[in-house]
């Protein structure tokens, strides 16, 4: 079930993550890789004091998915320079979050809009997927292959930048977009296996009753805190079989080789590489992009049945991103195609790079694993990031030295508990005041007209305190 190999020359267990909660324990439900994120799509610089316009800097720090990175352009003037900055905790997660910006940026003349829509939905939160949807995978993986290993100073696409990875870090992208392009049948693992060994593993003695604890957690659970948009028959499908988006009548038995990951234990003093499915399996993949909408109309309820699913909501919402971030694209020049020809050989092979979207005034580059601990001590980084993003995965990191990347009005934004269900009031609770310590010792101070943000105005059932905790540097 479970492909094994000792881990001799890469060493990977410092990159996996797990959800680290105030005493310390790991929430084994949320799992050890963040395919997505525990909250739902934010525009950064819309959270705490109003910035100045003009060009400004975002660092993500754990975010799991481009959620916030798509928000964050997508509510952005188009006059304004926007630097997204990424550190994530694997290079598998890496991996993903250019998929997923690979299909983002694919032109509407490629793809249309619906089956892009589509396309990021399934590799985004299915186990499996449809055999076109596995073309689409492939294409992609190829082409960021190109793209991890030639050797450039300046990317093919500002928003795929993987240039300042180090060199055993871009190895290992490739060897995971490698791992994407081989035939399903030559995969060792089989995902319904591997989801299932996790369920199991998870609920124990109750995996006989597990509909049950499904419904349990849905409804005493998810819908208690304000996600009454996820519906019952979609959520207790994605729990059974990691199924979370069905749009079509199409035969979803493909896997999806971007959920599958390798996990180290240690036995018997060995480090063995068990490759399985290790991410979340309670909280759900909706959250990033389906439980809240600026559409009213899509919140609406009869008869205390809400008339629109989760499912609908993240269609939608993901469309209306994809039309805003289309609205920034600009077009290479011919003179700017021409000089790239003189200077790169290899162009015709990249061609479905420069295919892809250029979105006026906006990068996102990815920094190495390591690198938090680093900027501080590197000059261009000093007071150089107007906002700061931590998920809850990666609380852990937030470092007294934060202050010193920090630019003088810079807001700190931290992901909370809200949504990892295997945590209590109180454990919810203590993990907000810890939060609010490590904000403190890296001179941060609650943002006073609101510590926590609210959602949206179309938020479901009442909206969604407590969601993300606001931070401002503290006065001198």
């Keep these: 079930m479970f492909q094994r190999r000792r881990e001799t020359q890469r060493k990977i267990d410092g990159s996996h993550v797990s959800v680290r909660m105030s005493a310390g324990r790991v929430c084994e439900g949320a799992g050890w890789f963040s395919w997505w994120g525990f909250s739902p799509a934010r525009n950064l610089l819309s959270l705490g004091p109003v910035k100045s316009e003009g060009e400004m800097n975002v660092l993500l720090v754990g975010s799991g998915d481009p959620r916030h990175i798509l928000k964050t352009i997508a509510d952005s003037p188009v006059e304004e320079n926007l630097h997204m900055w990424v550190i994530e905790s694997s290079m598998d997660v890496v991996a993903r979050q250019l998929l997923l910006l690979y299909v983002t ?75 994407w392009i081989q035939p399903a049948a030559s995969s060792p693992v089989i995902m319904s296996k591997a989801w299932d060994y ?122 209306e991103l994809f039309r805003c971030l289309s609205s920034r694209r600009r077009y290479l020049t011919t003179s700017h195609s021409d000089t790239e020809a003189e200077e790169a050989p290899t162009l015709s092979q990249q061609k479905s790079l420069n295919d892809l979207m250029h979105l006026s005034g906006v990068s996102v580059t990815f920094l190495p694993l390591d690198s938090l601990l680093k900027l501080p001590q590197k000059q261009k980084y000093r007071h150089y990031f107007n906002s700061v993003y931590f998920s809850a995965s990666c609380v852990h990191q937030l470092d007294p030295m934060m202050g010193q990347i920090a630019a003088p009005d810079a807001v700190l934004v ?14 919810e609770a203590g993990f907000a005041e810890t939060v609010a310590n490590l904000a403190l010792k890296a001179g941060f101070e609650p943002w006073c007209e609101g510590a926590s943000d609210g959602a949206s105005d179309g938020a479901s059932d009442g909206g969604s305190d407590g969601v993300h905790a606001v931070f401002v540097q503290q006065k001198k």
């Design 198 to 319: 996790r369920v199991r593993q998870h609920l124990g003695t109750r995996y006989d009753s597990r509909k049950g604890c499904f419904d349990w957690d849905l409804t005493m659970k998810l819908h208690e805190k304000g996600c009454g948009v996820i519906s019952k028959q979609q959520y207790v499908q994605w729990r059974g079989k990691g199924l979370a988006f069905e749009m079509r009548e199409g035969i979803y038995q493909t896997t999806n080789p971007t959920l599958l990951s390798t996990r180290v234990f240690n036995k018997k003093g060995d480090k063995v590489g068990i490759q399985g499915y290790w991410g979340d399996i309670v909280s759900s993949p909706y959250l990033s992009f389906g439980i809240e909408s600026d559409d009213k109309k899509l919140l609406k309820t009869q008869n205390g049945q809400n008339l629109h699913t989760a499912q609908d909501i993240s269609f939608a919402n993901l469309q």
């Design 105 to 179: 940026l694919m032109p509407q003349e490629k793809m249309g809009i619906n089956e892009k829509t589509e396309v990021f939905l399934e590799l985004f939160g299915n186990t499996e997927i449809r055999s076109q949807t596995e073309e689409t995978l492939r294409r992609a993986a190829s082409q960021l292959i190109l793209s991890v290993t030639e050797i450039m100073e300046d990317p093919l696409n500002a928003c795929l930048n993987t240039t300042l990875l180090k060199f055993k870090e871009r190895d290992e992208l490739a060897r995971i977009l490698k791992l």
């Design 414 to 427: 931290v992901e909370l508990a809200k949504y990892i269900l295997d945590l209590n009031k109180e454990q």
